[in-house]
């Protein structure tokens, strides 16, 4: 499907969704949001994906919510509102919930909901140029996106209140400090970068990536045992998968392994 303001592209098993307003910072507005939504179920039906990389066209890898349509919302009603909120939490939980590694190339300014996007994947690259942070307070609000109980899981309830309370736009350096983000890297070297790091990602067996991914997300939520019980119940099915087969035999015979998927 063509989108106006998301581009989306293609290497093999690796999808590259491209955030595309960038005489706005990549700020979404009313269509912005719908077209991502739908970006994202498209590539959630995807079985032949093995990791998706978003990232954003321009100085920007997206400054959230587009200031000047939020009296739009508000017109809305408080019911409307919370349901255009559901809608862009389902669109962060999916990405969260995909079976496949996500990788947030942050190219720019990664602002509001821009960084609650970044927050929903699982990894975070940053150029060197980069800045991020949560200004809501300056108008008033707080992270509305799922950005908060995100963050906190990261760095940590004083951090994540040093960062929503203050609405500081920091750089690149101290969000890694921060623990943030994962890695910093020339802003010229972040598109190939990431997409080396998803080919990497891409040639592992995919299940087995998946149920990593699933099993490390249960885990930040569940004590010790129920988080083991959830690995035992995983690895007991990669065992009796194809892909199971095919590495342990391509070890055997010192070869690279071809996995299926299956």
């Excluded at 909120?85 to 190339?105: G, S």
């Excluded at 802003?187 to 990602?201: G, K, M, N, P």
């Amino acid at each position: 499907m063509a989108y106006e303001f998301i581009e989306s592209t293609r290497e093999d098993n690796i999808a590259i969704l491209r955030l595309n307003r960038p005489d706005n910072l990549n700020a979404w507005n009313a269509q912005m949001r719908q077209e991502l939504r739908d970006a994202v179920g498209e590539l959630v039906a995807d079985d032949g994906l093995r990791v998706l990389i978003i990232t954003g066209t321009g100085r920007g890898f997206s400054a959230g919510e587009d200031v000047r349509g939020m009296g739009d919302v508000s017109s809305i009603g408080p019911k409307g509102f919370r349901r255009h909120v559901r809608m862009i939490h389902n669109v962060f939980d999916e990405l969260e919930q995909m079976e496949i590694p996500v990788i947030a190339a942050i190219n720019g300014v990664a602002a509001g909901g821009g960084l609650e996007l970044a927050l929903s994947c699982d990894f975070r690259i940053a150029a060197d140029s980069a800045k991020m942070g949560l200004p809501e307070g300056n108008v008033g609000l707080i992270p509305g996106s799922g950005g908060i109980s995100r963050l906190v899981k990261l760095v940590g309830p004083a951090i994540a209140k040093r960062l929503v309370m203050t609405g500081e736009i920091i750089p690149a350096a101290k969000a890694l400090d921060y623990g943030l983000i994962e890695e910093i890297v020339p802003a010229d070297d972040l598109a190939e970068h990431c997409l080396e790091f998803a080919r990497t990602l891409a040639a592992r067996a995919p299940l087995a990536i998946g149920s990593a991914k699933l099993v490390i997300n249960q885990c930040v939520n569940v004590d010790t045992e129920t988080g083991r019980n959830f690995e035992r119940i995983a690895q007991s099915v990669l065992k009796m998968t194809a892909d199971h087969k095919e590495g342990a035999q391509s070890f055997v015979e010192k070869r690279k392994p071809n996995f299926s998927g299956r």
